[in-house]
T-cell receptor
Framework: IAGITQAPTSQILAAGRRMTLRCTQDMRHNAMYWYRQDLGLGLRLIHYSNTAGTTGKGEVPDGYSVSRANTDDFPLTLASAVPSQTSVYFC??????????????FGNGTRLTVT | QKEVEQNSGPLSVPEGAIASLNCTYSDRGSQSFFWYRQYSGKSPELIMSIYSNGDKEDGRFTAQLNKASQYVSLLIRDSQPSDSATYLCAVNGIKAAGNKLTFGGGTRVLVKP
């Protein structure tokens, strides 16, 4: 089934540890995104990539890094996790980088708890 | 002021009634407007998109856009218990990073049988 696969589904992580959240899509979408979702704050954009080889900062990029070596994969790395990074993380993709007539498709999310 | 604002709810409606959800946005340059539905513990899924002023209907859903007043609304007719979910309004904006979508906090809808 075509779509976005995120791994792991959930993770408990000790503060200070490094963690990479994986995201793979098989729809050949050009653009990919990482959002975090927190109660009362909605979905907030962390980083995005308009096309393979390029990345950009979203609304809340601090403490996170991304790479886009190819079209399909867009991993999100927490270099040194802190408790405030406890959240649900959604990877998303869209056919084109502009949002007009190019809605987002979401993965199933990763629930991360930093202790 | 948040860029995209929604009443968090919960909005409680009886089965068969119309649920009316509102969303206001601050960026006058916004051109694309989306409604996503998110069931508890699941990922958001697109249910409506609208780009020009007026109404757009798709089944039991109607999206309404008024750019002059900077609001977009979603009507759910003949509400069913399966419509119980959180509805997220998303708006693109020239002020947003990379012209990406900005989401509201969501309105939780409860449809009671």
């Amino acid at each position: 089934i075509a779509g976005i696969t995120q791994a792991p589904t959930s993770q408990i992580l000790a503060a200070g540890r490094r963690m990479t959240l994986r995201c793979t899509q098989d729809m050949r979408h050009n653009a990919m995104y990482w959002y975090r979702q927190d109660l009362g704050l909605g979905l907030r954009l962390i980083h995005y990539s308009n096309t393979a080889g390029t990345t950009g900062k979203g609304e809340v990029p601090d403490g996170y890094s991304v790479s886009r070596a190819n079209t399909d994969d867009f991993p999100l790395t927490l270099a040194s996790a802190v408790p405030s990074q406890t959240s649900v993380y959604f990877c998303a993709s869209s056919p084109y980088h502009h949002s007009y007539n190019s809605p987002l498709h979401f993965g199933n999310g990763t629930r991360l708890t930093v202790t | 002021q948040k860029e995209v604002e929604q009443n968090s709810g919960p909005l409680s409606v009886p089965e068969g009634a119309i649920a009316s959800l509102n969303c206001t946005y601050s960026d006058r340059g916004s051109q694309s407007f989306f409604w996503y539905r998110q069931y508890s513990g699941k990922s958001p899924e697109l249910i409506m998109s609208i780009y020009s002023n007026g109404d757009k209907e798709d089944g039991r859903f109607t999206a309404q856009l008024n750019k002059a007043s900077q609001y977009v609304s979603l009507l759910i007719r003949d509400s069913q218990p399966s419509d119980s979910a959180t509805y997220l309004c998303a708006v693109n904006g020239i002020k947003a990073a990379g012209n990406k979508l900005t989401f509201g906090g969501g309105t939780r809808v409860l449809v009671k049988p």
